[in-house]
């Protein structure tokens, strides 16, 4: 795909997704580079462009910024930040090892505060998993962002119903088609920390690979009652960050 999209040309393919292809892009004015995703059979109503709206609204170190979107008939071209690549990349193919417990700390304190700044806008992102962090290099520093809200949908009230969400970062609440609030993302971010710490997909336990304050944050996000489950603030001022 070689074309020019209003203001941003579009260059080669960097990969496919759930939800469509993501392509490098690059503002022709300056020349920043950039990806857009391209979304086929999308539903251009008035509800799915609000939420673009909202989602282009969010702005923080620690989320991907959709920096503009474009709807040309049922395909939909959003530009966002570029990053390096996945946080599952990351681990298993560039360090090749278990993270410090310096690195863990980190990675935990910035995808939490990524998850305040969604929730805070009363948006799910629904899909929380090593596919969907990414990473960039600033320096000796990595940041971690959350990505991919494709699925993310402002709340109506305090609670929506749907069915989605990747196998086992899935919340058994969602998996069970029932009702379902924000804390269904603190369980697939539990696990997504049990990747970190196993670096394998079929492992996704941590009672026997965790101690101490580590050990005890995870099990609070993973209860299986919803109502007993920690909440993203509650993680950042947990013992664990705190030593």
């Known amino acids: ?17 759930g ?5 490098k892009g690059k503002y022709k004015k300056t020349g920043e580079v950039v990806a857009i995703k391209v979304i086929k059979n999308f539903e251009s109503d008035p509800v799915s462009k609000r939420e673009l709206e909202n989602l282009r609204g969010l702005t923080g170190e620690n989320i991907v910024r959709l920096i503009d979107f474009t709807i040309l008939g049922n395909t939909a071209y959003l530009i966002m930040e570029l990053c390096d690549g996945d946080v599952a990349t990351y681990v298993l193919k560039i360090v090749k090892r278990k993270l410090t417990d310096s690195e863990m700390k980190d990675f935990i304190r910035q995808t939490t505060s990524g998850l305040t700044i969604i929730h805070d806008k009363k948006i799910v992102h629904r899909d929380i998993k090593p596919l969907n962090i990414l990473f960039v290099r600033k320096g000796n520093k990595i940041l971690y962002k959350l990505a991919d809200f494709g699925l993310s949908k402002m709340i109506s009230g305090t609670q929506y119903m749907t069915y989605c969400g990747t196998g086992g970062f899935m919340a058994p609440e969602v998996k069970s088609q ?5 804390l269904a993302d603190i369980w697939s971010l539990g696990k997504t920390f049990c990747f970190i710490i196993s670096r394998n997909y079929n492992d996704l336990e941590y009672e026997d690979k965790t101690e101490g304050n580590l050990k005890d944050l995870i099990s609070r996000m993973l209860r299986i009652n919803v109502r007993e489950r920690i909440t993203a603030d509650k993680i950042l001022s947990h013992p664990y960050l705190r030593n």
Not at 1 to 17: P, T
Not at 19 to 23: C, L
Not at 178 to 182: D, I, L, S
């Open 1 to 17: 795909m070689d074309h020019e999209l209003f203001a941003y040309k579009i260059e080669y393919l960097l990969g496919k997704g």
């Open 19 to 23: 939800f469509g292809e993501v392509y």
């Open 178 to 182: 029932a009702h379902a609030n924000n």
